[in-house]
Each structure stands twice: as C-alpha cells, then as structure tokens.
C-alpha cells in the first residue's frame, strides 16, 4: 500500500487469476467472518460482489 500505482481489488480467487495486479509486490488479505460494515466497504472502495453482503 502507499504505491503510485496501488491497485485494491476485492472478489473470490477465481476472479483474482484474470486480474492483471501488476509488477511485485503485492499483498493478499484472506478475510474470515465479516462485520456488514465491512462487506460494504469491499463492496464500495475495492469492487466486490455485492453478494457478499448478507441481508438478515
């Protein structure tokens, strides 16, 4: 984080393997349970599904 090139990308591994995330280095975050709040960000600031936000 903090690159002029930074990229923030959000969605299941399949979807990461056609990414073009650039030159080294990168950084993968495996999330467990979400907060909703957090499902929304995903969702708003990096393009994840909005599947992944659950509606209870």
Do not use: C, Q
């Amino acid at each position: 984080m903090g690159s002029p090139e930074e990229k923030v990308f959000a969605g299941y591994p399949r979807d990461l393997l056609a990414m073009d995330l650039g030159e080294p280095l990168h950084t993968l975050v495996l999330p467990g349970n979400l907060h909703f709040m957090e499902s929304y960000a995903l969702v708003k600031f990096a393009g994840a599904p909005e599947e992944i936000v659950e509606d209870d």
